[in-house]
């Protein structure tokens, strides 16, 4: 392994590093599923064409959030009005003691959190500006390199084919593609495994005459995005529901959303792992640390990483002598 390659393995290190530490897997998983898209979307046809496709789809997501924004703006407060009295009537029956005893209090005791940590909202605000900012930045950087995917070292006549920066830049090339395979290889794995439990959830809610069936689903996958909070809000949302039908089904719900979020280490760990031809112990031990790092946005990517460890340390023999040529998998 010579001085360049090295050296292009350093500063890949340190870039993930960095992503870790600065927060921004946003950027990075946004800026990768972009370019997917763009390879999907090409079909060997015209560059232009295929970003304009890509900008139809994104424009096509964004307006869904914002239907699905609005959406639940005003059916989740029917919801409250309606689940919070049989949850109530629920507790008091049980011998258990909540914080609030109907809509109005809830949203007292919310107000009252509210003014009590406007410095805390005000800090969830600027994050969630950030990481907005973060997807449009990945969405410009997917469209960027898809459109000229080439080093300016190449067309650069200040900079000798042969040189240190020519040789450290080529290196590097490797490596950020490497990266993007492992990404598309583990990514079909981490749909199939979004797929199951948005499907799960689906039939449950169904088969049990949930009302807001639809809405359900739609804001588990979205609330599944989000890392932790996101899982809590979703099932709170369907716990709550429950109590519209009985209490009988809301008990039920709950069991059902803490099996599957349990299992779902495990259906990471199972699906990814084979796809990747990595044990189980390994991908599960990866989900975990990425959950901790990164939420789910690490939970996304510690797959990824796995994939790209195990292909770059297979490019070379140990042995210092001989070492192979770098090589996609």
Not at 36 to 41: D, K, P, T
Not at 226 to 252: K, Q
Not at 256 to 278: A, C, D, P, T, W
């Amino acid at each position: 392994m010579n001085q360049p390659v090295r050296i292009s393995y350093v500063i890949i290190a340190v870039l993930l590093v960095l992503v870790t530490w600065l927060h921004l897997g946003t950027l990075l998983l946004t800026a990768l599923f972009g370019y997917l898209a763009l390879q999907l979307f090409s079909f060997r046809r015209s560059k232009i064409l295929s970003l304009a496709i890509y900008l139809v789809v994104v424009a096509i997501i964004g307006v869904g959030l914002v239907y699905l924004s609005r959406l639940a703006y005003l059916i989740l407060p029917k919801i409250a009005e309606t689940s919070i009295p049989a949850m109530v009537g629920f507790a008091e029956k049980n011998g258990m003691e909540l914080p609030f005893s109907d809509y109005a209090s809830l949203k007292g005791i919310a107000l009252d959190e509210a003014k009590e940590g406007i410095a805390t909202i005000g800090r969830y605000a600027k994050v969630a500006s950030f990481q907005f900012v973060l997807l449009l930045a990945g969405l410009v950087v997917a469209a960027s390199v898809f459109l000229n995917p080439t080093w300016t070292v190449e067309n650069d006549p200040l900079i000798a084919p042969g040189s240190f920066y020519a040789s450290v830049t080529r290196e590097l090339a490797i490596r950020f593609k490497n990266l993007y395979q492992s990404f598309a290889i583990v990514i079909g794995a981490q749909l199939v495994i979004s797929s199951i439990n948005t499907g799960l959830t689906a039939v449950f809610l169904v088969c049990n005459g949930f009302p807001y069936a639809v809405l359900l689903v739609m804001l588990t996958f979205v609330c599944g995005l989000l890392p932790i909070v996101g899982n809590l809000v979703s099932n709170i949302l369907i716990v709550g529901v429950g109590f519209m039908v009985s209490p009988r089904a809301a008990i039920f719900a709950l069991i059902f959303l803490v099996v599957i979020h349990k299992l779902e280490y495990f259906l990471n760990s199972k699906i990814i792992g084979k796809r990747i031809n990595n044990p189980m112990w390994l991908t599960l031990i990866g989900l975990v640390v990425g959950e901790r790092l990164m939420g789910v946005a690490g939970m996304i990517f510690a797959p990824v990483v796995l994939h790209y460890v195990k292909v770059e340390a297979s490019a070379y023999r140990s042995s210092p002598e001989n070492p192979s040529p770098p090589a996609l998998l």
